[in-house]
T-cell receptor, first 112, second 113 residues
Framework: SQTIHQWPATLVQPVGSPLSLECTVE??????LYWYRQAAGRGLQLLFY??????ISSEVPQNLSASRPQDRQFILSSKKLLLSDSGFYLC???????????FGPGTRLTVL | GEDVEQSLFLSVREGDSSVINCTYT??????LYWYKQEPGAGLQLLTY?????DMKQDQRLTVLLNKKDKHLSLRIADTQTGDSAIYFC?????????????FGKGTKLSVKP
């Protein structure tokens, strides 16, 4: 069966510090991968998605970036965090575009 | 592009039925999904319906789709306190650039004992 992992589960970082969040998927090959942010207003904001290694599509201009160094690994990064980067970051995968997405447990990021 | 709308809050008493409504704009959406999010957790896929279906039932969950009105609903029978969560509606969007699933903002269901 397929599983999706995210770490860390929680993170508290000062403004201006770097960020690296990791997401890995097991039990499937060549998944579509997604990063979402969920702020206090609860809605999901799609940040990045990837259809293959090295292929990243960005949905919202910001100081975050994403990379996919391996088929089942998706990394969200920032060189310098802003207060507004605080939120709940969710990684998800799907087999095909438009099909159901399966979500990881999330990372709670607090920028102070 | 596709837009998905939901009411933000719903409060019911334990044992009653809950009905969560959702509207979407793109009539070409092939799949429509319901997700549940418990506090501090990721989204869990509850059920989905294909656009050529009107209804799908899965134990306490019933999904109704009115394709003409682009209206989707999720009915939870015999609602329990463990059903308290945020419920997201999502529509597939194959031709769009937004990662191919468009989510509503979520409906927070509160179940009172």
């Amino acid at each position: 069966s397929q599983t999706i992992h995210q770490w860390p589960a929680t993170l508290v970082q000062p403004v201006g510090s770097p960020l690296s969040l990791e997401c890995t998927v097991e039990g499937t090959s060549n998944p579509n991968l997604y990063w979402y942010r969920q702020a206090a207003g609860r809605g999901l904001q799609l940040l990045f998605y990837s259809v293959g290694i090295g292929q990243i599509s960005s949905e919202v201009p910001q100081n975050l970036s994403a990379s996919r160094p391996q088929d089942r690994q998706f990394i969200l990064s920032s060189k310098k965090l802003l207060l507004s980067d605080s939120g709940f970051y969710l990684c998800a995968w799907s087999l095909l575009a438009g099909n159901e997405q399966f979500f990881g447990p999330g990372t709670r990021l607090t920028v102070l | 592009g596709e837009d998905v709308e939901q009411s933000l809050f719903l409060s019911v008493r334990e044992g009653d039925s809950s009905v969560i409504n959702c509207t979407y704009t793109d009539s070409s959406s092939t799949y429509l999904y319901w997700y549940k999010q418990e506090p501090g957790a990721g989204l869990q896929l509850l059920t989905y319906i294909f656009s050529n279906m009107d209804m799908k039932q899965d134990q306490r969950l019933t999904v109704l789709l009115n394709k003409k009105d682009k209206h989707l609903s999720l009915r939870i029978a015999d609602t329990q306190t463990g059903d308290s969560a945020i419920y997201f509606c999502a529509a597939s969007n194959y031709g769009g650039s937004q990662g191919n699933l468009i989510f509503g903002k979520g409906t927070k269901l509160s179940v009172k004992p």
